[in-house]
Structure formats: C-alpha cells, structure tokens
C-alpha cells in the first residue's frame, strides 16, 4: 500500500507569503496526485488534480507540480483565507496533512 | 449545480449499525462513481470505498470490508453507505464525494456537507 508523507505538518506564515508544500509517495504514482483544501468545520475542496491541473474554481495562485513520488503545492502569494489543511492524496491513501497558519 | 446533501446526525451505541443517505442533483446520477471518506475528530481524512452508481458494483478499504456496504437508488439519485457493529472509534463526520469522471479516478470534485456519527454507551 502507498504511504503519502506531507511535510511540513505545520507552517506559520503571514498573508503575501509564497508557500510550498510537499507530498512524497512511497513509491511511484505516476501524475494521479489530488490536493485538497479544507477549513474548519467544512469539507474538503478539491483544489488540484493530476498533479498540476487546476479544478474548477481554483485561483491561479495555486498550483501544483511534481510526478513519481514528489510532488508539491505552491501558493505564491498568500491571501487570509488561504490558512487551512492541505491534504494530498493518491487514489484510496490521503496525506496526514499540512497546516497553514497565520504568523 | 452540482450537490450532494447528506442525511443529518446520528448518535449510536456499540455494536449498532448506522446508515448514512447522500442525495445528489445538478449532474447525472448515474455518471459518476460515488466515494465515502470519514475523518475522525481531530484527525486526517480516510477513504472507505465507492459505489459505481450505473452498476451498483462497489470497491471498499480493507479495513472496512464485511462492515460496510454501499448501496444507492437511482429512482432518488440517493446513495447510502451503511456501517456495522460500530464502536467508539468510528466516532467521525462521513461524507461523500463525487469523482471527477465516469470511471473512478480518485479525484473528489464534489463533497457532501458530511454527517457526524457519535458512537457512545
């Protein structure tokens, strides 16, 4: 079964900041990466797929990149309601998550 | 637009079942696979299984298998995720999701608002 390790588990950060965050797969999952946003008390929402293909919605400030077993988010300037958990995930194995927190 | 609106709260005791309903509109019942992920209090989220809501086939996580069953009825759009012998530490919100394509890709476009299970003597 494919671990999926995020790191970090935590990030301070202040609003205009740009941000990575990083998925890595125990082994190989070719570009099917999902990432995920959520905020307390919500559901999930999906923000990116196939590892770099922005969802319906989503703010050209994210985007996604990587492919095999690394894979990154990157926010490049952070907006106040950008401070959430972000999970990956790969078919039936979610991240255990990063959160993003105002600094 | 698309939605999936989940059954309201549950509160159960060991050893019962619970049996959460996902209503969906604004798309093709029939044109996506379902999927079910819970996310204890506090915790990451997990994936349980789906249902191919054409077929009725269904793929469920080891960890699940011979506790729960996923059913739906097309005539309501409606999916259900039914779980057995509950214990305190399936205490969790449960929510469906959508999958983005019509052949069960894992990529979740659409959630349920999630429905809180509370398992407690």
Known sequence: ?103 | QVQLVQSGAEVKKPGASVKVSCKASGYTFTGNYLHWVRQAPGQGLEWMGWINPNSGGTDYAQKFQGRVTMTRDTSISTAYMELNRLRSDDTAVYYCARDRVNYGDYQLDYWGQGTLVTVSS
Request: a positive charge; aromatic letters at 10%; charged letters at 15%.
């Open chain 1, 1 to 103: 079964e494919i671990v999926l390790t995020q790191s970090p588990a935590t990030l301070s950060l202040s609003p205009g900041e740009r941000v990575t965050l990083s998925c890595r797969a125990s082994q190989s999952v070719s570009s099917y990466l999902a990432w995920y946003q959520q905020k307390p008390g919500q559901a999930p929402r999906l923000l990116i797929y196939e590892a770099s293909k922005r969802a319906t919605g989503t703010p050209a400030r994210f985007s996604g990149s990587g492919s095999g077993t690394d894979f990154t988010l990157t926010i490049s300037s952070l907006e106040p309601e950008d401070f959430a958990v972000y999970y990956c995930q790969q078919r039936s194995t979610f991240g255990q998550g990063t959160r993003l927190e105002i600094k």
